[in-house]
């Protein structure tokens, strides 16, 4: 029985990944004289990886990753203009304005009248809560959760607040690794949509033999799937 319908927000609903990508572009185009290319690169992921810890997920914890680096890339000779750079270029990403990923209001649109839908999303609170506002998707959800992580215990909790349980839940998202496999481990479907642009950090096995995942071209597909589910729950 699936009653409650969890999104994730970013890649999933509205562009994102590429915002960061052509940061981290300009990041390389001001630091080129203090050192290679795929080698500021490499730094760069380390800091975000190291950082998570720290500042969590989100366009600050990437601005002080970004400053960080060059900070260290320099032996701290980064000239303050760079680092006034740096930090225009975080202020322009929480500037940025949402643009939805295809199928995205439509496939929300179908659902909201059949199932509790949840957000749940990890990064910057006000920037989430910023650009949820600019979606115009806000009503059409039953609950909000911005979180600091998503793991097993998350969804459960996420599910059992707005819904019936992980086990009547299903989540839908980009990655792999914050999407669907916790949720899976909730006990819920997972379901993956991916997309061109992926952040390293979020690639994982896809867990191809569990009974509850599935992988959809798109995210019209969804209400298909769903309806075709709850239809015959049997299978």
């Known amino acids: 029985m699936l009653t409650t319908i969890g999104f994730d927000a970013d890649d999933t609903l509205w562009q994102n990944e590429a915002y960061f990508r052509l940061t981290q572009d300009r990041f390389l185009q001001v ?10 690169r490499d730094r760069l992921e380390a800091a975000e990886r190291r950082n998570i810890a720290y500042y969590g997920f989100g366009v600050k914890g990437f601005t002080l990753s970004m400053i ?8 701290g000779r980064v000239p303050a203009t ?3 750079d740096l930090i225009a270029f975080g202020r322009a990403l929480l500037e940025h304005p949402m643009e939805l990923l295809p199928h995205a209001r439509a496939t929300v649109a179908a659902l909201a009248a059949d199932f509790r839908l949840v957000l749940i999303t990890k990064g910057d ?3 989430q809560e910023r650009k949820l506002a600019q ?4 009503d059409l959800f039953h609950g909000v959760e911005i979180v600091s992580d998503k793991t097993e215990s998350t969804y459960r909790r996420a599910f059992a607040r707005h819904g019936t349980g992980a086990d009547q839940a299903m989540m839908v998202g980009n990655s792999l690794k914050s999407d669907v496999i916790p949720a899976l481990q909730a006990g819920s479907w997972g379901v993956h949509v991916p997309q061109e642009t992926e952040w390293a950090y979020e690639a994982a ?7 509850r995942f599935h992988v959809l071209k798109t995210l019209g597909d969804l209400p298909d799937l769903v309806f075709r589910l709850r239809d015959a729950p049997h299978s």
């Open 82 to 84: 760079v680092i006034a």
């Open 68 to 75: 960080e680096t060059a900070v260290e890339v320099t032996d």
């Open 205 to 211: 096995p896809a867990p191809a033999d569990h009974r």
């Open 135 to 138: 979606s115009g998707l806000g």
């Open 125 to 127: 609170l006000l920037h």
């Open 31 to 40: 630091l080129v004289d203090h050192a290679e290319p795929v080698h500021l």
